[in-house]
């Protein structure tokens, strides 16, 4: 969805939404599998706890706003 955003910024912000979500999740793979050390970072939408959950919450939540300003052009 990043690409089709009309404006760099959007496409920008979604890029790097994109990417914070798959680093996160390749550390946590790499810390279960055990080629990682340990470290605090929470697997998205998925670890216990408050503040990560609102963070990727309001993340998401700010694309999809930049988005649903997005014309579409069928």
């Not at 979604?14 to 055990?34: E, P, Q, R, W």
């Not at 309001?58 to 069928?74: H, P, T, V």
């Amino acid at each position: 969805r990043a690409e089709n955003q009309k404006s760099k910024f959007s496409r920008v912000y979604g890029y790097s939404v994109a990417s914070i979500l798959f680093i996160h999740f390749l550390v946590n793979i790499g810390i279960v599998i055990g080629i990682f050390p340990t470290v605090g970072i929470p697997l998205p939408f998925f670890s216990y706890g408050g503040s990560g959950l609102w963070g990727f919450t309001i993340l998401l939540f700010i694309f999809i706003k930049l988005d649903a300003n997005r014309i579409n052009e069928w």
